[in-house]
């Protein structure tokens, strides 16, 4: 099983999708790293005044990085 599979089936995001997945490691420890993407049907939603927009572009922030719950002793990002 593929760990997007076991992700969509663990935490499934109504408005993103798993991208792609990459093994990261580091002088201190192995990490997984996932990425997040929109649905390209879902309509943006407004971090400042959480109104949804139609147009892109309206996140202008740097991206983030979120940790999840490890899988397999291994940390898992977002």
């Not at 593929?2 to 798993?18: A, D, E, G, H, P």
């Not at 983030?64 to 397999?72: A, D, K, L, S, T």
């Amino acid at each position: 099983m593929r760990i997007k599979t076991i992700l969509n089936r663990v935490q499934k995001f109504k408005s993103f999708v798993y991208g792609e997945v990459r093994w990261a490691e580091d002088e201190r420890e192995a990490a997984i790293d996932v990425e997040l993407r929109p649905r390209k049907n879902s309509r943006p939603l407004c971090p400042e005044c959480g109104h949804r927009h139609r147009r892109p572009g309206y996140d202008k922030r740097p991206t983030q990085r979120f940790e999840f719950i490890p899988m397999w002793g291994f940390k898992v990002f977002f």
